[in-house]
């Protein structure tokens, strides 16, 4: 089994920062990338940030400049420092990655379970 446990979300005034971490854990072979997305009420999730095992990050345009992705490969995490937030940045975030398990051959997407980010004043 693996499991993706993500922490960090809260509310947080217009401005404000907050950091999500997601650890993968269990039978965790190795990683490919690792992401975030969220989804809105009402709309599709969307990306927003990946990053690879060599540290090649990619960002939606709508949080470039304001969000930083990062990994700890020795500890199989995944951090979202998210900064300048806005109300359009309320959403339930998800964690991805896409990993081989131990003995595995092939890699495959697990996802976290949510951590809800909202910004409001």
């Known amino acids: 089994q693996v499991q993706l446990v993500e922490s960090g979300g809260g509310l947080v005034q217009p401005g404000g920062s907050l950091r999500l971490s997601c650890a993968a854990s269990?039978?965790?072979?190795?990683?490919?990338?690792m992401g975030w997305y969220r989804q809105a009420p009402g709309k599709q999730r969307e990306l927003v940030a990946t990053?690879?095992?060599?540290?090649?990050?990619n960002y939606a345009d709508s949080v470039k400049g304001r969000f930083t992705i990062s990994r700890d490969n020795a500890k199989n995490t995944v951090y979202l420092q998210m900064n300048s937030l806005r109300p359009e940045d309320t959403a339930v975030y998800y964690c991805?990655?896409?990993?081989?398990?131990?003995?595995?051959?092939?890699?495959?997407?697990?996802w976290g379970q949510g951590t809800q980010v909202t910004v409001s004043s």
């Open positions: 991805n990655a896409n990993l081989r398990r131990l003995a595995g051959l092939l890699s495959y997407d697990f």
């Open positions: 269990g039978s965790v072979g190795s990683i490919n990338v």
């Open positions: 990053v690879t095992g060599g540290g090649s990050t």
